[in-house]
């Protein structure tokens, strides 16, 4: 499985790090800073999609994670969690919305 910020099971609020999910890999292989340049470029992936289309794929990933076992209710908080400080409040409301539909 590849470092993908869209694998939400790699992702370890506590510690601050992040890895790809894979157990034969320490959370030391792939840092903040690798999860933070996989952030920018879905960022820039993203970036000319209309709120609509943003949800539509939203529920993709969110499908897509929950049939692979890679998605549990307190893994979309630590999402959340991460991603809030750079959201404007209406956009936490939004955010937070989503994620309290598909728990």
Partial sequence: MSKN???FKGYNNKSGSVNNGNKNQGSSNYTRADAE???QS???KYS????NQLIDEF???VYKQKQ???LSPEMLENFYNMMSPNMSPAQ???MKALIDSIK
């Fill in 92 to 94: 936490k409301k939004k």
């Fill in 59 to 61: 529920y993709k990933e």
């Fill in 48 to 51: 000319g999609y209309s709120e």
């Fill in 68 to 70: 692979m076992g890679n």
């Fill in 37 to 39: 340049q996989d952030v």
């Fill in 42 to 44: 879905q960022f820039n």
């Fill in 5 to 7: 910020v869209r694998n």
